[in-house]
């Protein structure tokens, strides 16, 4: 079965067509890095004017590489939910016009238990089904709009755990990278400056978010605060002109590196310490909430210093581990027929009333 999967929830425009849910065909993705750098970080209506002019192009280099044709497609797949609404309306309507012209199946996917897929479907193989045998699975979702936990039973029945109650993590990296003069997207070029071979990502004591003893959900809010005033200093009062002592440009590049890496450190320490708790919170629940793994995706589960610690957690559970390659990090296509491969048997097609929906699911 092939299946065409469309991918506009943010600032990617991505198509895919994936061979029953396990063989990649294709997977094109056309950035927006370009369209939204000056104002560091993504603008929602340059964002869905883009997606509008290149959803057919991207979509038909899908299927060149791919070497099929429309009429060789079996269903076409969309991420509905969630994201930025005029984001998700050109990939819905594109992908409903398709479903409708070539009378075949729609499918709604939920963009988050996509991404969680990709990090099965990166390490599956043709003579092997390695998908059902990591589930049941902690999943962590850690991107630029998102910061959550599930408890997985399959590809397609996910329970929220927990998620961010403020800032998502990918948020703060991007806010961080700005207050140190950095480009956009800031989690790569923080990522870079931290793994410098000098940097000390003890130099500076940023809090850890903890929130209450039994609490799954994030913060980074208060993490990103932190950085700031050891940026820029203490706010002036407003009698005084307001703004800040300084900005970025009064440190050192080794001041820089330290920051960076110490916020790093922060950040993944976090997100380390709730995993911890909920893998010890479904221990103590019935056996069929037990876990084989720990299921990472999302754009910030590209992060060389969070799949490090990740990996370590999971060894010393006894957890396989499994964390997408880098291109399946990144808001992408493939993820989205993949899953709705599965969702398809499970569920059966949605119908062309399917909505764009930008907040998350249960």
């Not at 280099?61 to 076409?76: E, F, G, I, R």
């Not at 049941?136 to 959550?148: D, E, R």
């Not at 990278?177 to 931290?194: E, K, M, N, S």
């Not at 037990?290 to 006894?318: D, K, P």
Request: proline share 5%; net charge negative.
């Amino acid at each position: 079965m092939h299946i065409l999967g469309i991918e506009t929830s943010c600032d990617e425009t991505a198509a895919s067509v994936v061979v029953d849910g396990r063989r990649i065909l294709s997977n094109v993705v056309a950035s927006q890095f370009d369209l939204h750098a000056e104002y560091g970080g993504v603008v929602p209506e340059i964002a869905s004017r883009a997606h509008a002019e290149r959803i057919r192009p991207i979509i038909d280099a899908a299927l060149a590489q791919a070497c099929v044709s429309y009429a060789d497609l079996h269903a076409v797949a969309v991420g509905h939910r969630p994201g930025l609404i005029g984001s998700l309306l050109v990939g819905v309507a594109a992908a409903k016009a398709l479903a409708w012209a070539l009378s075949i199946p729609l499918v709604g996917v939920d963009h988050l238990q996509a991404h969680l897929y990709a990090a099965a479907i990166g390490h599956d193989s043709e003579d092997q089904n390695p998908i059902a045998a990591c589930y049941p699975a902690l999943g962590l979702v850690v991107s630029g709009g998102h910061t959550a936990m599930y408890h997985c039973q399959t590809p397609t029945q996910t329970h929220r755990l927990g998620g961010t109650i403020d800032d998502a993590v990918g948020e703060a990296f991007d806010k961080v990278a700005t207050i140190l003069g950095l480009p956009h997207p800031g989690g790569p070029a923080i990522d870079a400056l931290a793994g410098e071979p000098d940097a000390d990502d003890r130099a500076f004591d940023f809090p850890v978010s903890r929130l209450d003893r039994d609490s799954l959900d994030f913060s980074f809010s208060g993490l990103k605060t932190a950085v700031l005033y050891a940026v820029r200093g203490n706010p002036r009062p407003r009698e005084l002109g307001g703004g800040f002592e300084r900005d970025h440009t009064g440190l050192s590049h080794a001041q820089k590196r330290d920051v960076a890496a110490s916020f790093q450190r922060a950040a993944c320490r976090a997100i380390i310490i709730k995993l911890e708790r909920a893998l010890d919170d479904l221990a103590r629940g019935e056996n069929t909430r037990a876990v084989r793994s720990i299921l990472v995706g999302g754009g910030v589960s590209a992060n060389s210093r969070l799949r490090r610690e990740i990996t370590v957690l999971g060894h010393a559970r006894n957890l396989d581990v499994r964390m997408p390659p880098m291109a399946l990090c990144v808001d992408n296509a493939a993820m989205i027929a993949s899953l709705a491969h599965h969702q398809l048997a499970a569920h059966g097609p949605d119908d062309l009333t399917l909505t764009a929906v930008p907040t998350t699911g249960a």
